[in-house]
Antibody, heavy 123, light 109 residues
Framework: EVQLVESGGVVVQPGGSLRLSCVASGLTLNQYTMHWVRQAPGKGLEWVSLISGDGYTTFYTDSVKGRFTISRDNRINSLYLQMSLLRPDDTALYYC????????????????WGQGTMVTVSS | DIQLTQSPSFLSASVGDRVTITCRASQGISSYLAWYQQKPGKAPELLIYAASTLHSGVPSRFSGSGFGTAFTLTISSLQPEDSATYYCQQINTYPRGLTFGGGTKVEIK
């Protein structure tokens, strides 16, 4: 079965650090650009970060720049999100998402999502 | 960032009804718009991309249209399994500043 499985979400204090992981099965991750998307409880979707298939290109939403680092290890089909200086507004379900480039424009949508891992930032 | 405004934020309709959801962008995004469906407790799923292209496996009762700043998602005959929240997403600014609309919750009467 082709799937993405996230892990690592816990309750952490403000200012703390955490690393989320996403393992892919049934697909070779190095072929795909991958994203993290989050969803605060009862709220909408927010794009967080992306990383190219080779790991050399990364982008972040402004609110996490300098605090979060996206990375990948294609040898073990895994994606990561290192989170530091966590704030209460980082509390959310974090999804690992696969990009689907449907034409030659260089733009992509999301055709595969994990089930999400919950991060709660609270004292 | 480009803002996406969805309307309505909630709608209640009967099985068999035709349902339309609107997504308006704060600036032109060509046809770089996608729609996702999220059922309670589940991850979102891709329905439509390029404003009007149905993703593989999505029922044909779903359709999308629009260009520039105004887009619509239509369900031609609402089914019980369509009870969900629907989000639009702009990818015109890919890979930066990707944004989603606030969501439309669809309830079956």
């Amino acid at each position: 079965e082709v799937q993405l499985v996230e892990s690592g979400g816990v309750v952490v204090q403000p200012g703390g650090s955490l690393r989320l992981s996403c393992v892919a099965s049934g697909l070779t991750l190095n072929q795909y650009t991958m994203h993290w998307v989050r969803q605060a409880p009862g709220k909408g979707l927010e794009w967080v970060s992306l990383i190219s298939g080779d790991g050399y290109t990364t982008f972040y939403t402004d609110s996490v720049k300098g605090r979060f680092t996206i990375s990948r290890d294609n040898r073990i089909n895994s994606l990561y999100l290192q989170m530091s200086l966590l704030r209460p507004d980082d509390t959310a379900l974090y999804y690992c998402v696969k990009a689907y480039y449907y034409d030659g424009s260089g733009r992509a949508v999301y055709d595969m999502w994990g089930q999400g891992t919950m991060v709660t930032v609270s004292s | 960032d480009i803002q996406l405004t969805q309307s309505p934020s909630f709608l209640s309709a009967s099985v068999g009804d035709r349902v339309t959801i609107t997504c308006r962008a704060s600036q032109g995004i060509s046809s770089y718009l996608a729609w996702y469906q999220q059922k309670p407790g589940k991850a979102p799923e891709l329905l439509i991309y390029a404003a009007s292209t149905l993703h593989s496996g999505v029922p044909s009762r779903f359709s999308g249209s629009g260009f520039g700043t105004a887009f619509t998602l239509t369900i031609s005959s609402l089914q019980p399994e369509d009870s969900a929240t629907y989000y639009c997403q702009q990818i015109n600014t890919y890979p930066r500043g990707l944004t989603f609309g606030g969501g439309t919750k669809v309830e079956i009467k």
